[in-house]
């Protein structure tokens, strides 16, 4: 009897062990490029086109530092409540110490495209890498010799503070198994090049889907949920559908307004975080403006999930 209990013993931690090595494995993070693509993703990039992935990206909504008005200021500190804990966002200024100044493109591709930092550390999708992970490599390129212009900030924000087990970033790994897709965004030929491009700019530059969705208990986006608004990510207040669900009033050209100047159709500013959004919007191309509302208008219709 007690061979047999020992031999189960035995059985029971040789079988927590292999789980464990198993976790490991899979949950190691696997940044999108290796050394091999340094030299590629090294070559000149064009710092004014980078400027306008900079604002399609609203980069500064996040990074600019708290407390004053230059947008290019890009210190970090702002704090962001989520039910896992308070994030600080990253200083990502040129400065060699405590933003990204010693950075190469390649970790700025694998930060926004693959969610890994330079040490090889998984990032938390508070950075919306799950969106930037469909950007084109050389918007990448552009975004890093703009970014190498700006102003270095000295500042060092906050750590994060999080609650157990938020804090194993190896966890993150194992989410990304599961709700992490790298897959380009490949043209659609049936659509015209306005459609393309707004789909391009909604989806993975704009990130939009990442504010204007409701996410289950592992923060992820249900797909029948996507761009159908909710509840905001910090617990206050509410972000509107953005489906023919609630813009069924809406004209390609109020769409294209409220980007332009903050107004919508019924003369209305818009406030909160889209307020900085709009800020953003309006640097980008006449063009850009009038792709993004040509998708918004193509989504399907869908129910906002009410609040749980």
Known sequence: MRRRTRLALW????LAVAGSAAAWMLSAPRPAF???????????GDPERGRLVFAAGDCASCHAS???HDRLRLGGGMALSSPFGMFRVPNISPDPEVGIGRWRTINLANALMSG????????YPALPYTSYAHMKVEDVRDLMAFLRTLPSVPDRPPPHELVFPFTIRRGIGLWKLVYFDRAPI???PGRDAAWNRGRYVVEALGHCAECHSTRNLLAAIPAEQRFAGGPDQEGIGFIPNLTPTHL???SKQDLVGMLTTGFTPDLRFVGSSMADVVTDTAMLPDSDRDAIATYIESLPARPTPPPS
């Open 11 to 14: 059985s029971i931690a040789l």
């Open 34 to 44: 290796s050394e091999a693509d340094a030299a590629r993703l090294e070559q000149p």
């Open 66 to 68: 708290p407390g004053q």
């Open 116 to 123: 890994v930092a330079p040490s090889g550390q998984h990032l």
């Open 186 to 188: 490949v043209p659609d």
């Open 248 to 250: 069924s009033g809406w």
